[in-house]
DNA sequence: ATGTACATACATTCACGTATGTATGTATAG
DNA sequence: CTATACATACATACGTGAATGTATGTACAT
């Protein structure tokens, strides 16, 4: 074959990236060849190589490609100062996140991959920070949310726990939630939604509930 | 070399679980040869294949000689019924699940190895349901607990969620602490010892906190 | 005309599985 | 008790496929 326009050769690229994506899903990221990579393509190795220098390069790309676009998503909703409570702000992030989760095959299958189809080390231990980061960076907007909430008193007196001690329980809570989907058969082994279980672990921290 | 008694060749074997645990750890499972685990065990790779099939039945080895005493001294404390208030024994049993996890460097690799450095794809497909079990059998004996707090009055009144709800709420949480955890850097990222994070999440479901 | 965007071809490495060698433990016959 | 026969517990050697990276070929956009 030969040279294209720059759009085609954009496009191109993507196609390698969603190619990988599939891929690495099937197979795990270290089983996965290039060979399989440009095949699912419906290109050469040729054509992998001269986008990616090799196959870390095409799984940070494959990466970058999703995740950025997701952790603006959320911030929106969790930072919005508009809301009246701030728990509010920080249930509907929340939900927010595990609905884009379930309706975005391509999210699920990238963040499937990082979580079980990856493995941490040598020249991926430094994907592992990066794929760290969100979530850190969660925790600290959840603990401010949950900061204005005891200014504005939304918290229920004599719960006996500050911003910090919440924020850290809700980011257990998401983290064990994210992990536990992934592994599949949530609804069958749990039989509630993963929108009831967010109301309900928001729903011990207010007010209403209080006797 | 020549043959050697069933003792010895009993604790060949534990050698190699050994060795296989420490590459396992250091390369990731699927970048980890035989010949390394042979040459970590000090033997060849004929040695390893005679005890073991392949890298997945290695595997496996590895995951039960670990795992098994694991659930078995958890599950002796949640499910003791001699505790006064089943809320203690959850308390006591998620304690001693991280208790272990920081003092028993075999255990902690060994999870770590399952959650960040195994691809959970093709022959290890069943892994990971294997590795679920217990988490799922682990969320049916807190339930169990506390149903059995709520009979007994231990739950505040008004407190809105029955007993299935709370062990959901305690699951995701231990989920999310263990992987937070694995992940490394807890302590310098929370400022937070893991055991007050459990006793912060069991407060959250106690009477005394209540106004 | 030149560099781009690929395809093709090649050399190398590497891990796997297996086949085979071998020395020793162990059981049994006499 | 001891000699022999067989099984065991490895080491060694070999063949094979597969993946990688690179080098080279080629057609087209600019």
Redesign the pocket.
Known sequence: ??????E??NR??QQIIDAARAVFHRHGVSR?????V?QEA??????????FK??TELFFAMREDVFNPLTVRIDAILLAESAVDPLDSIEAALKELFRVLEESPTIRQVLDIMVLRCEYVDEFARVQEEADRPGVEFLAKVEKAYQRAAIQGCLPPGLGLGPAELAHDTWAFATGMLHVLLAGDFERKLRISVDNMITNHMALRREIHRA
Chains 1, 2 share one sequence.
């Not at 419906?42 to 190589?49: E, W």
Request: proline share 0%; net charge positive.
């Open positions: 074959m030969a040279r294209k326009t720059k085609e050769a191109t690229r996965s060849t290039m060979e399989q440009a419906g290109l050469t190795r040729g054509a992998v190589y001269w986008h090799d196959k």
